[in-house]
T-cell receptor, first 115, second 115 residues
């Protein structure tokens, strides 16, 4: 079945440095890739998303890149801050299909920012 | 958490008891979802509903039941048949028009512990 692999599972970076989280997906029909941030004891919050007709999208310190040929997409956080510490999930889904658009989630990356 | 509420935040259940988790949304979303999250794990889909009075099983529906009598409400019952119910339960909703599910937005979650 469809699968999304996410790496690394844990990531520790110095405050101010950049963090990169990578995901690969198996369903070539996937066309929508959201990223969620989950703080301890809370529900995941959408932080950025990208559609398959776009190669890169930025929102302040966060950017996402997509390589459809390789079926890879990545989250880049620059100038990391303590409040960036959380678990990040990538996901892939098909939008615009008649069947329910189930989102397939990666297994998550626990990001820790060292002061 | 944007218009999706889950109650209670913490729930304790004795073995052999059924328990119902509440999920309400005021976003006028058509589709609603239930996920289970175990410690250090990703999200697994239990049930989803695209419209009122209709719902489908997800990947791990055994031991769970749902109803969708109202657009804004999608309660989840964890039955005694669920062998390992201790987990963090997340409800989500999305717009759903013309067969295309939109971005999913999550509630704050309910942590269920079986004593």
């Amino acid at each position: 079945g469809e699968n999304v692999e996410q790496h690394p599972s844990t990531l520790s970076v110095q405050e101010g440095d950049s963090a990169v989280i990578k995901c690969t997906y198996s369903d070539s029909a996937s066309n929508y890739f959201p990223w969620y941030k989950q703080e301890l004891g809370k529900g995941p919050q959408l932080i950025i998303d990208i559609r398959s007709n776009v190669g890169e999208k930025k929102d302040q310190r966060i950017a996402v890149t997509l390589n459809k040929t390789a079926k890879h997409f990545s989250l880049h956080i620059t100038e990391t801050q303590p409040e960036d510490s959380a678990v990040y999930f990538c996901a892939a889904s098909r939008r615009g299909y008649s069947s329910a658009s189930k989102i397939i989630f990666g297994s998550g990356t626990r990001l820790s920012i060292r002061p | 958490d944007g218009g999706i509420t889950q109650s209670p935040k913490y729930l304790f259940r004795k073995e052999g008891q059924n328990v119902t988790l509440s999920c309400e949304q005021n976003l006028n979303h058509d589709a609603m979802y239930w996920y289970r999250q175990d410690p250090g794990q990703g999200l697994r889909l239990i049930y989803y509903s695209q419209i009122v009075n209709d719902f489908q099983k997800g990947d791990i529906a055994e031991g769970y039941s749902v109803s969708r009598e109202k657009k804004e409400s999608f309660p989840l019952t964890v039955t005694s048949a669920q062998k390992n119910p201790t987990a963090f339960y997340l409800c989500a909703s999305s717009a759903y028009s013309g067969g295309a599910s939109d971005t999913q937005y999550f509630g704050p979650g309910t942590r269920l512990t079986v004593l």
